[in-house]
Nanobody, 124 residues
């Protein structure tokens, strides 16, 4: 799987952006997909995640109620709708995939794939 993120940009506080991540390869439908953010001088942190079926989602406390993650397995895309953006949301956002596979012993392992980042800048 290869990931290509898009949709970042400059927006005023209170505005919205929609990030999209397009995946190539045949494993997208079984992958757990996530969006991470990394602000300058800070560690990369998990923003939102979605299960392979789309039935289960996760949001960090800082974005809960403002961001929404969704996926389309037929199109191999995962989106992050970001509303009520604040300057502290400014960061590079990365798309991430965890693809399960069975190792030699039959245990489940995960292959991780990162997309290139897309810059989100929120002005006050």
């Amino acid at each position: 799987v290869q990931l290509q993120a898009s949709g970042g940009g400059l927006v005023q506080a209170g505005g919205s952006l929609r990030l999209s991540c397009a995946a190539s390869g045949s494993s997208f439908s079984i992958a757990y997909m996530s969006w991470y953010s990394q602000a300058p001088g800070k560690e990369r942190e998990l923003v939102a995640g979605i299960s392979s079926s789309g039935e289960s989602t996760y949001y960090s406390d800082t974005v809960k109620g403002r961001f929404a993650i969704s996926r389309n397995n037929a199109k191999s895309t995962v989106d992050l709708q970001m509303n009520s953006l604040q300057p502290e949301d400014s960061a590079v956002y990365y798309c991430h995939a965890e693809i399960p596979y069975r190792d030699y012993f039959g245990d489940t392992e995960y292959h991780e794939v990162w997309g290139q980042g897309t810059q989100v800048t929120v002005s006050s």
